[in-house]
């Protein structure tokens, strides 16, 4: 190989440079072609005096870490080849050290031989802007080829299409059209493709040849140039050994402070510079904070994207730039502890939250929203007045004030708005009444979970044996100059919505009939490319990805792209005002009652006693059915939208508790079941009640209902089951219920009873042999867990929930059975086999096993919880223990550690990954906990525990540790709690008491939210659910 090299290197490179380039590329595993050993030789010798040699490795795929090159790796500037070609749209573009740094990179790559560059680096950083300028600077058209999962490799060189006559055609792609024609591609997303995809372009882009989907075959332009964007990949890599030959591989790191100044000082000239200041100073800290969710660090952290959104609606109200940037942030939608995070952060850099002075002027009535001069400065006149909504709508202040943050970041030119709220808030409200105002054309389309890419933009159909391609009302929208909304967005597959990113940021969009939407004039060229109207505008309204409602975090992937707005909870003034304005004639004390009740609901869930919250669209139906019959009560309309809330217990329970607060009693008296379970409705038993028994067993576990013979069914006499009579002992076997009357359960003779009852005592004796527990076992058992009950179904849900999202069967296209795929007609007429849809489960798609997580709780069993259990702690700490065994027993998915600490000992086993955590054996952890409370020395080990934990954990761990410890009797400081921080793990520790505030002064001062106080131990397993269920989002 060295030989090799040596022929290679045409004399250039010196022996000792050789060496290590051979020694490195032989320590790669797989080893590395003679083809990529000569790119990265010959690379190197054209630019030695300006990178290192292993700089010139990484950049050819072959750096041992998978490193790429970087502007980091130039030892001196490079001397590239310029082009004196007029630069085009660059009034929004600020040249900075860095960013030249990565298009000399990108100019060397082209001009040591590669066609094809790869920019890989995170979202919102500046690696579209960059390929966009090295297109400018060439002076030559460009073809932005947006991509998505769907593609394959077929789509990537051509598409079926159709003529004027209705023959079938292939239609090039960009990427085909910029290889025949010499011009510059830019192929956005290609960490979003298949690998097997990715290197079928192989060919093309390493020799310059490919065959076409049509049989024939072309050598690619001399001038064709591909520049590929990317983010960096996860833990498994989408960079193979075949695509890593493809590429010239580029990392682009995000700018430092100073670049970052100097760009949004250009940009911005009137924003102060003591804004941008606090802004950058916010980045730095939000870009340090430890968060156990990936998916919330990167929800948390500030791009360069969504602070040149805050900027441009600085610049019109910068005393509102606390409220703007927990707009960008969606900070009430992140978990309670990220939420502090956030506010600590915004506290160091002297930004303050203050939404009063709007209030204030609205109560005072020195602002209207109808006169404000924003609005009347925006005023369109629409040519079709049929498409401007005409909304009923009440004023209120909180509505209000979200209309006017929309419309500032309207007129400030936003191209794109994602107006996030929970369900019933009035999104919807808001949008059509400012659009009404605005005397805006809307062109509307609701979203699904069968909305594909090709639906969004071209709605397919056969007319006259033709296939002819309908405007969607996105592309109506886009040459008319309306403003598109996209309704429930959140439902859609999120590669949907994420392929407007093109639209929105880069200006193009490639059509499936063979047009391009594009919004730059330079960009228009031919008959094929339509020219986007300025007015042109993108308003997606979503729900929040948290539970229950568990749409696709559109947030997280596009809230970049898009100027992010949140519509709360409602406030109890204005929804007073709603209530007021939709309840003509309804008392005034039964509304106030109301907006009372439902700010007790709003606190229920943002404390996580509940999970769903119940939004103003249910006390406005309320309202509604009192005004329409005044005489059937306010119980009575409650229990009307209610009712379907009723079916769980846990929920029914909180709900009636609420109600009675608040002087409103919950009338009807319906048994409710589990969440989950149906309601059969009424049974009449086939038979009289006779001899109670088992019942047989039903190998296929099918519903019975009404009848005598089968165990587990329902509605009927004699047998194990559910809502009949005479059973001797419950069984649930998950069918819906069917109740039979109490006058029917009366008709069982007392000798049946009798014998139902000894039946139930033997089996529950059985039932405890099996389980090696006593009568008072069992006692003692239960009472600890009826006491943690609704935690435990309200987690359960949360858990069968996550794994049911995980498993959620997708649409497989190219299918030779199932539904005919609309999207694919052309390819019908064609004769092709592949033409159907069905779901199913991606073949390439990681299981939820694959990974289980792990959970370690280290629990405080110290002398202390014995000797001060008169308030409970140690009662709390075994109800929380019994909670998570009882969550995570029999789940595959979780490996569940549990170990305590004393003045004994760090570490004392408690539970490991194999234990079966039958009932049994929960009581014997329980005990064993109790025990080491009386009999250990007195002591404390909580640091020792906690480096314990960290240690031996695996990594993404999620640990958590509870403490009771006199913090200044055993020398417990902030130093001391240093591996709350640790990367490797996910590490929290709450203290469950307290001499004095000492717990709480020392909890506040850790950082990123690792340690908190809970006082009030019967909050404790509230507290754990909550850090739980948010590590596993």
């Known amino acids: 190989m060295f030989v090799t090299a040596s022929a290679m290197s045409n004399g250039l490179l010196d022996t000792d440079t050789l060496k290590y380039l051979m020694k490195t590329v032989g320590g790669v595993s797989g080893g590395v072609s ?51 070609a007029p630069k085009m749209n660059r009034s929004s ?7 030249k740094a990565i298009g000399d990179l990108i100019l060397a790559g082209f001009e040591s031989g590669n066609s094809a560059v790869a920019l890989v680096g995170p979202k919102g950083c500046y690696k579209s802007t960059v390929a966009k300028d090295i297109v400018d600077k060439a002076g030559v058209f460009s073809e932005l080829f947006s991509l998505h999962p769907d593609i394959t490799a077929r789509d990537l060189l051509q598409s079926r299409g159709t003529d004027e006559r209705g023959d079938t055609i292939w239609r090039d792609t960009p990427l085909t059209r910029a290889a025949r024609s010499g011009k510059y591609v830019i192929m956005d997303g290609i960490d979003k493709l298949r690998s097997d995809t990715m290197s079928s372009l192989a060919m093309l882009l390493e020799r310059g040849w490919a065959v076409l989907p049509d049989g024939t075959s072309f050598y690619a332009n001399d001038k064709f140039r591909c520049i590929a964007i990317a983010h960096p990949p996860s833990e498994k890599s989408w960079i193979t050994p075949e695509i890593k030959t493809m590429f010239h591989w580029i990392n682009a790191k995000p700018l430092p402070r100073d670049e970052l100044q100097e760009v949004l000082s250009g940009l911005f000239p009137n924003v102060s510079t003591d804004t941008l200041e606090n802004i950058l100073n916010l980045q730095g800290h939000l870009n340090n904070v430890v968060v156990d969710s990936d998916a919330e660090k990167e929800a948390m952290q500030l791009s360069l994207r969504k602070i040149k959104h805050i900027c441009r609606r600085a610049d019109q109200n910068p005393e509102e730039l606390g409220s703007i940037i927990h707009n960008c942030l969606m900070t009430s939608f992140l978990p309670e502890l990220e939420q502090n995070i956030v506010e600590k952060c915004l506290a160091r850099c002297g930004i303050v939250t203050n939404d009063k002075k709007f209030f204030e002027n609205f109560f005072s009535q020195q602002y209207s929203f109808t006169e404000d001069p924003l609005l009347n400065s925006c005023k369109r006149s629409a040519s079709n007045p049929l498409l401007v909504p005409n909304v009923e709508f009440f004023p209120n202040p909180m509505q209000e004030n979200v209309m006017r943050q929309v419309l500032v970041s309207h007129s400030v030119g936003e191209r794109a708005l994602l107006i996030t709220g929970y369900q019933g808030v009035g999104k919807n409200k808001i949008v059509d009444n400012l659009l009404s105002h605005l005397n805006c054309e809307r062109e509307y389309t609701q979203l699904h979970r069968d909305t594909t890419i090709q639906s969004l933009m071209l709605s397919p159909s056969v007319e006259d044996g033709k296939i002819v391609f309908n405007d969607s009302p996105l592309i109506r929208a886009a040459k008319n100059g309306r403003i598109l909304v996209l309704d429930e967005a959140d439902k859609a597959p999120t590669e949907v919505v994420a392929l407007l990113k093109g639209l929105i940021e880069d200006g193009q969009l490639s059509l499936p009939d063979g047009r391009v939407l594009c919004y730059d004039e330079s960009d228009v060229h031919g008959s094929n490319h339509i020219k986007i109207h300025p007015d042109f505008r993108i308003w997606a309204l979503t729900n929040p990805a948290v539970f229950p409602f568990q749409g696709n975090d559109l947030s997280r992937h596009m809230s970049d792209v898009f100027a992010c707005h949140i519509v709360p909870p409602m406030d109890e003034e204005s929804h007073r005002r709603i209530l007021t304005s939709y309840g003509k004639g309804v008392h005034p004390d039964v509304i106030n009652k109301l907006v009372k009740v439902w700010e007790d609901l709003r606190v229920a869930h943002e404390t996580g006693v509940i999970s769903y919250i119940f939004s103003v669209r249910e006390s406005v139906s309320i309202v509604k059915h009192l005004s329409a019959f005044p005489d059937e009560g306010v119980q009575t309309a409650i229990e009307n939208v209610l009712a379907f809330d009723r079916l ?54 099918t519903p019975h209902v009404g009848g005598n013979t089968w165990a587990g069914g329902t509605g009927g006499s004699d047998t194990a089951g559910l809502g009949g009579r005479g059973g001797p002992y419950r069984l649930d076997k998950g069918h819906p219920i069917h109740q039979i009357s109490d006058e029917m359960k009366a008709q069982v003779s007392e000798e049946a009873k009798q014998r139902a009852k000894e039946m139930a005592n033997e089996a529950l004796a059985k039932k405890l042999e ?108 075994l109800e929380a223990t019994l909670m998570i065994m009882e969550c995570f027993k029999g789940d595959k998915r979780f490996n569940l550690h549990i170990t305590g600490h004393n003045g004994s000992s760090p570490k004392i086993d408690l539970v490991h990954p194999s234990m079966e955590l039958d009932e049994a054996t929960q009581l014997r952890v329980l005990e064993s906990m109790v025990a080491h409370t009386q009999y250990t020395y007195a002591g404390d080990h909580t640091i020792e525990a906690i480096e314990v934990a960290v240690e031996e954990s695996a990594p993404d761990t999620l640990v958590i540790a509870i403490s009771d410890a006199n913090l200044n009797r055993y020398d417990i400081t902030l130093k001391d709690l240093k591996p709350l921080q640790s990367a490797k793990v996910h590490a929290h520790l709450i203290f469950i008491a307290s001499l004095g505030d000492e717990a709480a002064a020392l909890a506040k ?15 404790l397993p509230l507290i754990i659910k909550k850090i739980v269920t948010s590590a596993l989002k």
């Open 1005 to 1019: 001062a850790v950082p990123n939210e690792r340690a908190q106080c809970c006082m009030n131990t019967s909050d």
């Open 93 to 99: 573009y600020i040249e900075t050290t860095t960013t």
């Open 648 to 701: 769980d217990a846990s929920l029914s329970n909180h709900l009636n508790k609420i109600f009675r607060n608040q002087g409103i009693k919950m009338v009807t008296k319906e048994k409710v079941v589990e969440a989950g379970r149906g309601v059969g409705g009424i049974s009449t038993p086939k038979t009289r009640a006779s001899s109670p028994k088992h019942g047989k067993e039903d190998p296929d576990n």
């Open 770 to 877: 099996e389980l090696n527990m006593g009568k008072l076992d069992w006692e003692r058992y239960n009472s600890v867990r009826a006491r943690v009950e609704e935690n435990i179904k309200d987690m359960k849900r949360y858990l069968k929930d996550l794994k049911k999202r995980k498993e959620e069967r997708q649409w497989l296209h190219r299918q030779t059975s199932g539904e005919l795929d609309e999207n694919r007609l052309v390819e019908v007429l064609a004769g092709e086999r592949d033409v159907f849809k069905r779901r199913g489960n991606p073949a390439d798609r990681d299981t939820f096993l694959s990974n289980p997580i792990n959970i370690k709780l280290v629990v405080d069993v110290s002398a202390s919880m014995y000797r001060f259990g008169y308030d409970g702690r140690l009662e709390r700490l």
């Open 34 to 84: 003679l083809d990529l050993i000569h790119n990265a030789v010959r690379y190197l010798e054209q630019y030695q005096d300006n990178i290192t040699p292993r700089a010139a490795l990484n950049a050819h795929g072959i750096g041992l870490g998978g490193e790429m090159i970087e502007t980091d790796d130039i030892v001196a500037p490079f001397e590239v080849k310029t082009v004196t």
